[in-house]
């Protein structure tokens, strides 16, 4: 791996005792749990991604890993300020290709990116929602899920038609990623029939 993806774990070692950027439990086990399974989303990134989106960032797994090692230009949104804080000096000190966004996912100012990506930040369904304005025509997401993977699935095409691509995890055989392309939300109400216009009859006809 590289040395950058190194200086950013220990960032986030050296930062997490002051704004608990991941639990104590798993400091022990950063690289494989949290940085390894963050590259898990590489071999799927569609060929030529130049720029994408990750939403609710939080320590930059899996957006900053991300950058970092494809060199695609991340947007990272988290609404946490200190998160946000620590992204940004993150990104400087290793040079990563990010900019970071301290607010909202919902009213985030930024053109939507043919890749958007998301980790343990919401059920599927919600999870959409959220992604769907910032996801360009013809773009495709990219979001790690655990044991409840098709009980989201299930749920989330009450709502949503997409076509999705599950791969199993490298690293957890509970886990999968799910590759999310032509998302389109589901109109829960049918289209209204406009009402026939019978014309009026002539005057002569009336009965």
Excluded at 9 to 23: D, G, P, Q
Excluded at 69 to 77: K, M, N, P
Excluded at 114 to 120: C, I
Aim: proline share 9%; glycine share 8%; hydrophobic share 45%.
């Amino acid at each position: 791996m590289s040395a950058r993806l190194r200086q950013f774990a220990a960032l986030v070692e050296t930062w997490s005792a002051r704004i608990n950027l991941v639990s104590k439990r798993d400091l022990s086990v950063l690289w494989p749990r949290h940085v390894e399974d963050s590259l898990a989303l590489a071999p799927h990134i569609p060929a030529g991604t130049a720029r994408a989106i990750d939403l609710g960032s939080g320590a930059g797994f899996p957006g900053m890993v991300l950058a970092i090692e494809t060199g695609i230009a991340f947007t990272l949104i988290e609404s946490d300020t200190r998160k946000a804080i620590f992204l940004r000096e993150a990104a400087r000190l290793t040079g990563a290709p990010v900019t970071v966004i301290n607010g909202r996912i919902e009213g985030a100012p930024v053109e939507p990116a043919p890749l958007v990506t998301a980790r343990a930040l919401a059920p599927l369904p919600q999870l959409l929602g959220l992604a769907a304005p910032h996801l360009a025509p013809g773009g495709v997401c990219l979001f790690p899920k655990g044991r409840d993977a098709q009980v989201e699935l299930t749920a989330a095409r009450r709502l949503w038609q997409m076509e999705v691509a599950q791969y199993a995890s490298p690293l957890d055989a509970a886990s999968c990623l799910l590759k999310i392309s032509e998302l389109r939300h589901v109109d829960a109400r049918p289209a209204e029939t406009p009402p026939r216009d019978r014309g009026r009859q002539p005057e002569g006809r009336r009965r």
